[in-house]
């Protein structure tokens, strides 16, 4: 990735400063090593074939599949026998800023959010593009390409848009397959906002529904039918996330995290991480981070 905007720390892909977001092609012969990286990806197989590794198991790739992961999944690629892969990375600071509208849509809501979150995925979404719309996604992801050279400040914008081009070719899929709805609530989308700026607080559903002046049990309705879950997994999930992401970049104690992102109990902590990423908390930043950091670094 010499000639990409893409460095590796320990087994942490991360961006060089500066970059918001990268879409490029890869081929992997055997295998491709275990890693995790510090922004979204999402990826598109155009060719060959191999497995994807990751926590929610092996999964066999052909062209046409795309997978999103979201910041700290851990995964890697084994059997590949000239898998093409066509990789997308965007920053979190930019799915958080110029991408915060996407929240209110249901269906890129529901790919960048809420999807990965529910069920058992582990923050992430795999799917199946038709012929038809992987050609689509392949253009999207050539006009991002092209501008790979070319300075952030003049072409932000054309940046954005065909990255929202290419979620939107993806989300639709995912919609299509999971037949869901097409409205969400405003209040859930509240909620999710509330939640994420203070992770910390010892939020409880019936604060969070007094906050939105919803009964509980209406609140709770309205979240499952939009994200599968109530608000209160979600919170938990985020948490997990976000732990994940300070075991990388920081070299805070372990248990000073847990109570930064709102568990000060240290076996709660390690359950609800465990239990999400498969590892924990420790085994994590030992495999994954390879350098250590002091609290500000990045």
């Not at 954005?160 to 993806?170: A, N, P, R």
């Not at 700026?197 to 939020?203: C, E, K």
Request: proline share 5%.
């Amino acid at each position: 990735m010499a000639d990409e905007p893409v460095r590796t720390r320990g087994t942490v892909l991360h961006f060089v400063e500066g970059t918001v977001v990268h879409a490029g092609t890869h081929l992997h012969e055997k295998s491709h090593p275990l890693h995790t990286h510090s922004f979204f990806e999402l990826l598109l197989v155009t060719g060959g074939e191999g497995v994807h590794h990751s926590l929610a198991g092996r999964q066999h790739l052909r062209a046409g599949d795309a997978i999103l992961l979201r910041p700290g999944v851990w995964h890697e690629y084994v059997d590949c026998d000239g898998l093409e892969v066509y990789n997308c990375c965007f920053s979190a600071d930019l799915v958080r800023r110029e991408l915060a509208w996407a929240r209110e849509d249901p269906l890129l809501g529901y790919l960048l959010w809420t999807g990965p979150f529910s069920a058992q995925r582990r923050g992430m979404i795999a799917t199946h593009l038709d012929p038809a719309t992987a050609h689509e996604a392949v253009g999207h992801l050539d006009g991002l390409r092209r501008l790979r050279n070319q300075p952030l400040s003049r072409h932000r914008g054309e940046l954005i848009g065909w990255l929202s081009l290419y979620l939107s070719c993806v989300a639709r899929t995912v919609a299509d397959t999971e037949e869901r709805g097409e409205y969400t609530h405003p209040a859930v989308v509240d909620a999710m906002r509330m939640m994420e700026a203070d992770p910390a607080r010892r939020w409880t559903l019936t604060d969070l529904a007094g906050e939105l002046h919803l009964a509980p049990g209406y609140l709770v309705r309205l979240f499952k039918s939009v994200t599968g879950m109530p608000p209160m997994a979600y919170l938990s999930r985020h948490r997990v996330e976000l732990a994940a992401d300070r075991l990388l970049h920081t070299d805070l104690p372990i248990n000073r995290i847990g109570e930064s992102v709102g568990w000060p109990d240290q076996n709660y902590f390690a359950r609800r991480f465990k239990s999400h990423y498969g590892l924990s908390a420790s085994v994590y930043r030992q495999r994954f981070n390879g350098i250590r950091l002091s609290p500000s670094g990045h």
